[in-house]
C-alpha cells in the first residue's frame, strides 16, 4: 500500500488548513484509517481515526470540536479539516491505514504516509 499525504503548509493561529491522503495498493474501503502527528523532539500521538465506512470518527482530546477527519472511498482519499490551528498544532501530520487493535496507538497501523508539515504562526 502507499499513502501520500498532502496539505500541510504555513497559517496563522485561528487558521484552517485541509490534509489530504491519497490510498493505493489495496482496497481502501476495507480499512479503518488514522491520522497521527508528530511535533519536533516529541514522539508521534494519535490525532484521529475514522472506521472503514466513515460511520465512526475518533478523536483526540487536543483536537476534538477543531478538526474533522473524513474519506471518500470513492477516491481513495482521507482527508483531516483542522480549524482554529494552535502554534501548539505545529507538527508534521502522517495518515496511516489500520491493521489491528486499537485505533489511539501506533501499533495498529502497518502502513504510513510520509508526513507532511503544518506549521501554525502566533
Known amino acids: 500500500v502507499q499513502l501520500q499525504a498532502s496539505g500541510g503548509g504555513l497559517v496563522q493561529a485561528g487558521g484552517s488548513l485541509r490534509l489530504s491522503c491519497a490510498a493505493s495498493g489495496r482496497t481502501f474501503s476495507n480499512y479503518a484509517m488514522g491520522w497521527f502527528r508528530q511535533a519536533p523532539g516529541k514522539e508521534r500521538v494519535f490525532v484521529a481515526a475514522?472506521?472503514?465506512?466513515?460511520?465512526?470518527?475518533y478523536y483526540a482530546d487536543s483536537v476534538k470540536g477543531r478538526f474533522t477527519i473524513s474519506r471518500d472511498n470513492a477516491k481513495n482519499t482521507l482527508y483531516l479539516q483542522m480549524n482554529s490551528l494552535k502554534p501548539e498544532d505545529t507538527a508534521v501530520y502522517y495518515c496511516a491505514q489500520h491493521d489491528r487493535g486499537s485505533f489511539y496507538s501506533y501499533m495498529g497501523y502497518d502502513a504510513w504516509g510520509q508526513g507532511t508539515l503544518v506549521t501554525v504562526s502566533s
Open positions: 475514522i472506521s472503514w465506512g466513515g460511520v465512526s470518527t
